[in-house]
């Protein structure tokens, strides 16, 4: 039986490029990359047939956590971490590696050096021309971004010219599509054993070649019961979704101009019947389909009864 965490690095790889496959040699070929534990696999997607070939797979220094294509769709980033989820017990290799993608057949080849980090990376992304990788880590809750070469391969970290705001406990970090604000997303914790609630917010940012400036928090009721877990944009629309781990609901904030709205226009619940939760529920990714019709959400349960 497939477990959680497996799931969720099929999903998380699955869903990186959602506008294209990355192996474009072929047209109509998809090509999708699971992980179990540290072993990155490729295989060739049939849309008609509904059915999946495996093929080659590499193997990180760790277990991965999330991967993100190049622009060009010819590289793909990984990240992997051997720090256990959650506030489980701390690894120390944590790393993002780049590979170069076949453009005829899809499969994964290792493209320089990997890049180490200081702690668990829980999710990455690249800015929209890809010149850079940004990092979320979650414990503790951090921001970090750093180069990519000319020839995709992955550099140095941009220091960053004043403190960064990165809230408790991250999840989540993303660019705008005109690459001038980068929002990371930042869960907070339920109260728990006696300690009160750590409150969430979207951390939003000016973005420009590498540099995180003038930071501004979007924290509803002070981000009291407000736990976001993931946002993903409209593709034509000033719109924002943004899934709220802890409560089990679906937020839309809008855009003027720049700058994120400070609340929620519309919010939907993300089960069934919110009243009658028989196991702890947990809100997951959010993914808007590339015609902007339909957003994908994903809910989760820590047991069965």
């Known amino acids: 039986m497939i477990d959680r965490r497996t799931f969720m690095s099929l999903l998380a790889t699955a869903a990186v490029a959602p506008r294209s496959s990355f192996a474009q040699g072929t047209p109509g070929k998809a090509a999708l990359y699971s992980s179990v534990g540290p072993v990155l696999t490729h295989y060739d997607v049939d849309v008609e047939a509904a059915a999946l070939t495996k093929r080659a797979s590499v193997t990180l220094p760790a277990n991965v956590q999330y ?32 590979f170069r993608i076949d453009p005829a057949s899809g ?49 140095e970290e941009v220091l960053q010219r004043g403190p960064i705001d990165a809230g408790i406990y991250g999840h989540q970090v993303r660019v705008t599509a005109n690459n001038r604000l980068a929002i990371f997303v930042a869960r ?63 937020d839309m904030f809008k855009f003027d101009g720049d700058t994120l709205a400070a609340a929620p226009t519309f919010r939907k619940e993300t089960l069934a019947e919110p009243d ?8 997951g990714t959010v993914h808007v389909h590339p015609n902007g019709r339909f957003v994908y959400g994903v809910n989760r349960a820590d047991t069965t009864t």
Do not use: C
Not at 217 to 232: T, V
């Open 67 to 98: 991967a993100w294509p190049h622009a060009s769709r010819r590289y793909l980033y990984v990240a992997s971490s051997s720090s256990a989820p959650g506030t489980g017990p701390a690894g120390t290799e944590h790393h993002v590696s780049a």
């Open 107 to 155: 499969a994964l080849a290792p493209h320089g050096n990997a890049i180490r980090l200081p702690t668990r990376p829980i999710h990455i992304t690249t800015d929209i021309p890809s010149r850079h990788v940004l990092v979320a880590f979650n414990n503790p809750s951090a921001l970090r971004v750093y180069r990519i070469n000319g020839d995709a391969t992955l550099g």
């Open 188 to 250: 907070g914790n339920d109260p728990a054993g006696g300690k009160p609630e750590d409150p969430g917010a979207l951390k939003a940012f000016d973005y420009k070649d590498g540099f995180l400036t003038n930071g501004v928090s979007i924290a509803p009721n002070g981000g009291y019961g407000f736990g976001p877990r993931h946002l993903d944009f409209h593709p034509t629309q000033p719109w924002a979704y943004v899934s709220l781990e802890r409560e089990n609901k679906l």
């Open 276 to 283: 009658n939760k028989k196991s702890r529920q947990a809100a």
